[in-house]
């Protein structure tokens, strides 16, 4: 059995820069050459809708119009019906079963009188249009001291914007 000498501890020895990182295999020097484009129209969703800027404005109005009444019914400051003629039946239906259970959860009826001591405030809508009839937006909700995210799908039918999708976080 052989014992270190005093002279060799400390000492590291040279160790050649090699341009791959041992197992992993991945190479550190930079690539030069520009990255490879995919062919137009491969990506689903990538094509831009010319938006005229007038409709997209009555979007985000509408927008924080729709979500605000909507988080006022879920907490019971509003009734479900009020937004009837502006959601589908499925998110019509999920807006009236939260409403109940926190209206459940708080000892109230829904939608009768202002149960909540802090009433929620929509901050921002960011939209955007995947076709010229249906948009999708994600709206900024202030509620206390907390932020939390909405996501609402819009389709327009017989000349109106219908809530086909609507997405508490």
């Known amino acids: 059995m052989s014992v270190p000498t005093p002279e060799l501890i400390g000492v590291r020895l040279p160790v050649p820069v090699t341009a791959t990182q041992g197992t992993l295999a991945l190479a550190l020097l930079p690539r030069h050459a520009p990255p ?3 062919a137009p129209g491969s990506r689903p969703g990538a094509t831009v809708v010319p938006i005229d800027r007038r409709l997209r404005h009555t979007i985000a109005e509408w927008t924080h119009r729709f ?3 909507a ?3 879920v907490g019971g400051d509003r009734p ?10 499925d998110v019509y239906a999920d807006l009236r079963r ?14 009768l009188a202002r149960v909540q001591p802090v009433r929620p405030r929509v901050l921002s809508v960011h939209s955007c249009f995947v076709t010229d009839d249906i948009v999708e937006c994600g709206v900024h909700v202030r509620h206390g001291e907390r932020s939390r995210a909405v996501a609402v ?16 976080s």
């Open 36 to 38: 490879e484009l995919a």
């Open 67 to 69: 979500t605000q009444a």
């Open 71 to 73: 988080l006022e019914i």
């Open 80 to 89: 479900s019906s009020q937004l009837l003629r502006w959601t589908s039946p």
């Open 98 to 111: 939260r409403a109940q259970l926190v209206a459940r959860a708080g000892g109230h009826q829904p939608g």
């Open 153 to 168: 799908r819009f389709e327009r039918t017989d000349q109106r914007w219908i809530c086909t999708a609507l997405d508490f």
